[in-house]
């Protein structure tokens, strides 16, 4: 089983970027996703940038993979992507329908976890237009990968979204810029002073989402570190975790340790403890809400109860 | 003089389906009962017998029948997606309105004379996308996300052929559709996989001493003091705490309203304009069918000295969300 590091979703410093990088190279992941998935006006790190850290990280041993924008509204946003699509080198996340039109038959593709893959029918299409691999929507559960690793296309990879605070949404507005009452045209990339996001909370102090510009994210982090051995047992190939601004190299090794079994999923549970940006969640796992969190032992509980 | 815009009309159920046609829709779009459409609300939409009877009444008046199969089937209930397009197809509706690339495969397969329309819920915001779907799957026509602002809109007609409808009225999904797991996140149900945002059954109210509590899936989404109006409670709609602010940090309740450039629409060539709302009543349907034909005939017939009727704006507003319009993503500003 895989390793990777998603597409960094939000808009840090480009030293940052760069330190954050250099650190991975060192790190126990074997993909690693880079680009802008989020917001064009982040132009801190330019694609020059990326194919620059790629090299790095492809000297390191690591299979590099560009990722593209979520959501797709100017013509500037395509001319990138189109400049991604033929970057020469590296295989692209295509996160949106365009960029899959543009890799169609031209470059391998990754059909992120936006481009909403309910079912075996849709990765066949995915399949045949050079996908190499799917990620898995966040709001899928358990019972719905093992029916679609039942009859998933030969050839084609399956990635989990296994930690991190979880993308959500997407929209025209950037909640950001909105909560400081700037126009989004003049948004000050205001975005940048939130590492992790900006958390919304519920009137009575509850963390619930977490804003990242035009993008809302879950407050909680997802962690599935506890399900490895199940995630092991339907032949996933690939676990994504979403990059966080710290501990991310010791979050990287506990799924790493428990994937060779030197920790127990408990003992992974326990060394993620304090390292979360966000309280942890799991519900889309067992099929409740995506903010739930369950235990192992109330799970098999749970679902003895109910004759599952 | 461009061609005709057709104005599109939600059914929900019969008697909103003739306010439809009765006041002036070209065009209705309704829905199985059942989890294969994103209004699947209790009591909603069309079983077979009352399917017959809706297009009979809208084709004897020489309208057309949309049927929208806008959710994504997962592999556990696959069959029952593509029961639906069977059952569309024996039917003979106008159109499907499809999201899920998997079915438009099966459709397009199964029924090449069927003619298929990409549902917002399939999140097309380019024409690099559009393009996708009409080369797999001959599709006609095109609902656009409102994430996209007017020059974005006409960016997008020049760069396809295929048909361009948009939002007119209605409820305004500020995250762009078909890509927005909010619902879920709360509830463990999302437009995507279940048909319903913020679905009733998650929904909960109580009377405390500091108001009117509204929770879902047990977060309190909104508290309103004594005397305020409450709406239908939405996720993206409620009000958050965000830095020690209180306020509506994600969007108000409010309406889309397209009233005031209905012109522009017409010259830029849309095929199709579209009232959000098969969650409402027929009376609602009735209101703003006859308010939109007023406007779009007015608009069609001399567009340079169209300008919205104060009757036309008050009856919208009346019964808008919140009381209130915006332009929404069409207007630069309001992104």
């Given amino acids: ?308 | 003089m461009s061609r005709k815009v057709e104005l599109v009309c939600p059914a929900g159920s019969l008697p909103a389906l003739r306010a439809a046609v009765d006041n002036g829709a070209d065009a209705v779009y309704m829905g199985f009962r059942d989890g294969t459409n994103a209004r699947n609300f209790p009591g909603l939409n069309f079983d077979e017998r009352a399917a017959r009877e809706g297009i009979r009444y809208a084709r004897e008046r020489g309208r057309k029948v949309l049927l929208a199969l806008n959710t994504y089937p997962q592999p556990q209930g696959w069959n029952i997606w593509t029961g639906a397009v069977d059952k569309a197809a024996e039917l003979g509706v106008d159109a499907l309105i499809l999201a899920d690339i998997g079915l438009m495969r099966y459709a397009h397969k199964t029924h090449p004379q069927l003619r298929l329309h990409l549902s917002v819920q399939g999140s097309a915001t380019s024409h690099e996308a559009i393009n996708l779907y009409r080369e797999q799957f001959n599709i006609q026509r095109v609902v656009l996300p409102r994430v996209l602002s007017m020059a974005q809109v006409k960016r997008v007609m020049d760069n396809t052929d295929a048909e361009i409808e948009v939002f007119a009225f209605g409820s305004l999904c500020v995250m762009v559709e078909g890509r927005c797991y909010l619902s879920s996140y709360a509830t463990g149900e999302s437009p995507n996989t279940c048909g319903a945002c913020s679905p009733a059954k998650a929904v909960e109210w109580r009377e405390t001493s500091k108001g009117r509590e509204v929770r879902l899936g047990g977060v309190l989404i909104d508290l309103y003091k004594p005397g305020e109006a409450a709406g239908y409670p939405v996720l993206c709609k409620g009000r958050y705490e965000v830095n020690g602010a209180v306020n509506y940090a994600i969007e108000e309740p409010t309406s889309l309203s397209v009233l005031d450039i209905l012109p522009e629409l017409v010259r830029m060539g849309i095929s199709a304009i579209k009232v959000e709302g098969r969650q409402r009543s027929p009376a609602y349907v009735a209101q703003v069918t006859k308010v939109l034909r007023e406007a779009l005939d007015a608009a069609e017939r001399s567009p340079d000295t169209y300008s919205p009727r104060s009757d036309w704006v008050a009856a919208l507003d009346k019964v808008a969300e919140g009381s209130t319009h915006t332009l929404g993503a069409l207007d630069r500003a309001w992104q």
């Fill in chain 1, 1 to 308: 089983m895989k390793l990777a590091l998603g597409p960094l979703l939000y808009f840090w410093s480009r030293d940052d970027v760069l330190a954050f990088y250099r650190q991975a190279r060192d790190w126990p992941v074997d993909v690693v996703y880079l680009g802008e998935a989020v917001c064009s006006k982040r132009r801190g790190v330019r694609l020059e940038d990326w194919l620059a850290i790629a090299d790095e990280l492809t000297a390191a041993g690591k299979e590099v993979v560009l990722s593209t924008l979520a959501l797709i509204e100017a013509e500037s946003e395509l001319l990138t992507l189109r400049r991604i699509v033929d970057n020469g080198r590296f295989a692209v996340e295509a996160n949106d329908m365009g960029a899959v039109r543009l890799a169609a038959g031209k470059v391998p593709f990754v059909a992120g976890p936006h481009l909403n893959a309910y079912n075996c029918e849709t990765l066949g299409l995915f399949r045949d237009l050079g996908a190499t691999r799917w990620v898995m929507p966040v709001e899928l559960s358990r019972d719905t990968l093992a029916a679609i690793q039942a009859c998933r296309p030969a050839g084609l990879e399956t990635e989990v979204f296994a930690f991190g605070r979880m993308p959500l949404a997407f929209s025209a507005r950037c909640f950001t810029a909105r909560h400081y009452n700037l126009p989004k045209d003049d948004c000050q990339l205001r975005c940048g002073d939130f590492s992790d996001g900006l958390v919304l909370n519920s009137q009575e102090g509850e963390q619930f989402l977490s804003m990242n510009g035009i993008q809302t994210q879950s407050a909680a982090t997802c962690n599935l570190i506890g399900v490895v051995p199940e995630l092991k047992e339907l032949d996933v190939e690939v676990l994504r975790l979403s990059p966080q601004s710290r501990h991310m190299d010791k979050i990287v090794s506990a799924f790493r340790a428990v994937i060779d079994g030197t920790l127990t999923p408990q003992q992974g549970i326990a060394a993620m403890q304090g390292l979360t940006r966000g309280e942890p969640c799991n519900g889309y796992w067992y099929g409740s809400a995506g903010l739930a969190w369950l235990e192992l032992g109330e799970v098999s509980e749970a679902r003895a109860l109910s004759g599952g």
